[in-house]
């Protein structure tokens, strides 16, 4: 028999990340946000990283960015992608043998990277 699970806008969405070296399962309702960060000093300078993962509706928005300054200058990342609340157990997690851990399937909708250092000089 085949069950069909469509998300409701007073459903949680449950679906799990990577980050900080394990899986972690995050739960979002219709409307609201998390973010997260990391950042301090490193033996060269900075480095600082954080997310922002967003419902609304059936979809989910993860805004992404990163900076850092070391010997070679300031470099930053940033982006968004997106997934549907269908889409959340996707694809089986790289590393989990048990096969319970299953990934959202991200689509790329932005991305832009900055190297302060090249463009000062020319390139």
Do not use: K
Not at 13 to 21: G, H, L, T, V
Not at 34 to 42: E, S
Not at 108 to 116: E, G, I, K, M
Request: one cysteine or more.
């Amino acid at each position: 028999m085949l069950r069909v699970l469509l998300m409701t806008a007073t459903t949680t969405a449950r679906f799990w990340i990577f980050e900080n070296d394990s899986f972690v399962r995050l739960s979002l309702r219709d409307g609201e946000s998390l973010r997260w960060a990391t950042g301090g000093r490193t033996d060269e300078g900075y480095r600082w990283a954080g997310c922002t993962w967003s419902r609304e509706g059936s979809h989910i928005t993860l805004q992404w960015g990163s900076e850092e300054r070391d010997c070679d200058g300031r470099f930053d990342r940033s982006g968004e992608l997106e997934t549907t609340t269908l889409e959340l157990t996707a694809r089986a997690a790289y590393g989990d043998e048990t096969g319970l851990i299953r990934l959202p399937e991200w689509h790329d909708v932005d991305s832009r990277q900055r190297d302060h250092t090249a463009e000062a000089a020319g390139y």
